[in-house]
């Protein structure tokens, strides 16, 4: 996607804010939360602290219980 943002400047033209379209905004966030999750996944993945199983393995022994 393109960003055309518009800028909003004080008296010196200085830029002190920044508009976009709501349809930019909602991009921007969405890459914002997808990057965080890459990273989150990228932490747990290397932490050999913990044990990991698959969800269909955790799901039948908690079946049993």
Do not use: C, H, W
């Amino acid at each position: 996607m393109t960003l055309n943002p518009q800028f909003i400047t004080d008296k010196k033209g200085k830029k002190v804010a920044v508009q976009l379209s709501v349809k930019e905004y909602e991009y921007l966030i969405e890459e914002l939360e997808m990057k965080e999750d890459i990273e989150l996944y990228k932490k747990v993945k290397s932490d050999k602290s913990e044990s990991y199983m698959p969800l269909e393995i955790y799901l039948k022994k908690r079946k049993r219980k």
